[in-house]
């Protein structure tokens, strides 16, 4: 089983990136998924995340960031923009389904102002 984040770097406040995370060694449509920051000093977050009940977001990105899925590829992705010094932060993907829960290494973003 492996999730493997990619497309993180750093970017000038007000630019783009977009996150992918592949996954592999179980059945992807069946989960919920889900990428979460960790920002220095602080715990792990969730920023955005697709479940049977919909697409959530959480309030400091929402209208910046875009949660999407791939299935027939076992991809997800974060297209985040308008990006802040704030958004410094590791990312990881993360894939959830009842007590199984799978996680990326995770991916470097920062933001320089």
């Known amino acids: 089983v492996q999730l493997v984040e990619s497309g993180g770097g750093l970017v000038q406040a007000g630019g783009s990136l977009r996150l992918s995370c592949a996954a592999s060694?179980?059945?992807?449509?069946?989960?919920?998924i889900g990428w979460f920051r960790q920002r220095p000093g602080k715990s792990r977050e969730l920023v955005a995340g697709i479940t049977s009940a919909g697409t959530d977001y959480s309030d400091s990105v929402k209208g910046r960031f875009t949660i999407s899925r791939d299935n027939a590829k076992n991809l997800m992705y974060l297209q985040m923009n308008s990006l802040i010094p704030e958004d410094t932060a590791v990312y990881y993907c993360?894939?959830?389904?009842?007590?199984?829960?799978?996680w990326g290494q995770g991916t470097q973003v920062t933001v320089s102002s």
């Open positions: 060694g179980f059945t992807f449509d069946d989960y919920a």
């Open positions: 993360n894939a959830k389904l009842q007590r199984v829960d799978y």
